[in-house]
């Protein structure tokens, strides 16, 4: 049950005193004192919200009184009731004791019981207006604690750390410079195929440097249209083209005092080069439909996978614009160029994976790792991204086995991994001409090889993979001269 407004009355007459509180004890709390001490001791032990006080009282007055009651207890509210109200001394009072109203003698009950409503209601709005203060200050505070927070653990998952990879990889190199250039504030191009990770140095660069409390975008160029590629980096006002029904900001504009990453620059029309020069030029931006510029400070790293020094010899990239973008070039290596980080990447994709699809998996065998070292992975670390949640979807071990991986993994494997002992010829491959049973032969002895590597080299589970027997497959492996740490003799 909520408890009532409590108010204090105090006048010197208890007649007064009696017929006041009868007439607020229907809808509030009301304690009565005769003189100033006995309402100092209820105001010490009660929750007082409003006090009704006789001006003219012996020993003390009102004023007076309500004057104490403001410097102990300034959240009460005060209301004088009294028959003088000389100028002088009601101004005395509002000085005084900030009364918050004067009741004259003789009173109505409703001006009474009025007064006491409005003032108990200011009263809680006193109260809740400080409450909501408070909370907003403790609301700003824990939110910039959490963005701090945020902050941190973004700066943490996008470190040169987080690019994975072996002690001694080729990538060491790149993220050492990478990180030698990313506190100086100049445009870095970084070069590589489609999916090594681009994007990922870039953050890395942007979390590494004095901007990295500030917003980092990225955008590829490659896979938006001039008009909206220019509306997106500029922005628009609301009406400068057909469906541009409100004003965007554009992202340049939204990354002032950070970082923006230009992804697949190289794919990017010789007009819109003219505008991104002029931009990287000026510091300026206009949106599509101003006539206003606006100046942003923002750093801009760009990437592609094109050689884009020779498309500048070929005229199909400004050679002004090249070096605008250019201050520092990093290349990323293949993953190719890079095979001894397969095990390593693998597995914190894996996971990665594992975690997110909630299906616990060990790792993989042995046998599976070296078909992934052998592999030539021409889309980087996403095609072995892809690979991996396959194996994962498939897999009904705790392990992840050769025999997950796609067949063309496999048969990379099959040609050319020694770390699961399968040397197969270099002619192992179809001959364009010659005989049909010789070639017949090749292509079963390809076959063969093929199988026992996703089985693991379990010839029970490859002989019923092909159909054969299991002494119908020892003769073919013998035919052919195919084992493990052998190799078919290319004579047949």
């Keep these: 049950m909520n408890r009532r407004p409590a108010i204090l009355v105090v006048d010197d007459e208890p007649r007064s005193v009696e017929v006041i509180a009868r007439v607020l004890d229907e809808e509030f709390d009301v304690f009565t004192a005769l003189n100033a001490d006995e309402a100092r001791r209820i105001l010490e032990n009660e929750w007082i919200q409003v006090i009704f006080c006789d001006q003219r009282m012996p020993h003390t007055s009102g004023v ?9 207890w300034p959240d009460i509210l ?3 009731v009294t028959g003088y109200t000389e100028p002088e001394d009601m101004i005395g009072a509002i000085n005084a004791a900030e009364i918050y109203q004067f009741i004259p003698k003789p009173w109505h009950p409703d001006q009474l019981l009025l007064a006491a409503r409005n003032a108990a209601h200011l009263f809680q709005l006193q109260r809740d207006h400080e409450r909501l203060n408070l909370e907003m200050k403790l ?3 824990t939110a910039e604690a959490r963005l701090g927070a945020q902050q941190a653990r973004v700066k943490q998952n996008f470190h040169f ?5 072996a002690p001694g990889s080729a990538l060491s190199a790149v993220c050492l410079r990478a990180a030698q250039v990313a506190t100086f504030d100049v445009p870095v191009l970084v070069h590589g195929e489609t999916g090594t990770g681009k994007e990922l140095l870039a953050r890395a660069i942007h979390y590494s440097s004095l901007r990295s409390d500030r917003p980092f975008f990225a955008v590829n160029c490659g896979a938006i249209p001039d008009e909206l590629l220019e509306s997106e980096l500029f922005g628009h006002k609301k009406g400068s083209f057909t469906g541009a029904h409100v004003t965007r900001i ?11 990453f230009l992804d697949e620059i190289g794919d990017v029309s010789p007009a819109f080069q003219v505008k991104l020069l002029r ?3 000026e510091g300026e931006i206009r949106p599509v439909g101003s006539n206003e510029s606006k100046r942003v400070n923002v750093r801009v790293l760009a990437a592609t996978h094109r050689d884009l020094y020779g498309e500048v010899g070929r005229g199909r990239f400004r050679e002004d614009l090249y070096y605008r973008l250019c201050a520092m070039v990093l290349t990323l290596p293949a993953l190719r160029e890079r095979r001894p980080d397969i095990p390593v990447l693998a597995q914190s994709i894996l996971d990665a994976l594992s975690s997110h699809h909630g299906k616990r998996v060990k790792g993989f065998t042995e046998e599976a790792l070296a078909c992934m070292r052998a592999y030539d992975w021409p889309g980087n670390v996403r095609e072995l991204q892809n690979e991996i949640t396959r194996m994962l ?3 009904e071990r705790d392990t992840l086995s050769a025999d997950l991986l796609s067949p063309h993994v496999v048969r990379a494997a099959a040609a050319e991994t020694r770390a699961v002992e399968v040397r197969v010829s270099e002619t192992i491959s179809l001959p364009d001409g010659g005989p049909l049973k010789e070639r017949v032969e090749r292509m079963e002895a390809t076959i063969l090889t093929e199988t026992l590597v996703r089985c693991r080299w379990n010839k029970s589970r490859a002989a019923e993979e092909l159909g054969l027997s299991r002494v119908g497959l020892r003769a073919k492996l013998d035919r052919y001269g195919i084992s493990r740490g052998g190799a078919f003799s290319s004579s047949h």
Excluded at 64 to 72: C, H, Q
Excluded at 161 to 165: E, K
């Design 64 to 72: 007076a009184l309500l004057t104490e009651v403001r410097e102990r």
């Design 78 to 80: 005060r209301i004088i």
């Design 139 to 141: 609301t700003a505070a």
């Design 161 to 165: 750390d987080t690019l994975i990879r």
């Design 250 to 260: 554009g992202l340049l504009d939204q990354a002032d005092g950070g970082t923006i």
């Design 279 to 281: 931009f990287l030029q």
């Design 393 to 395: 979807v498939l897999a």
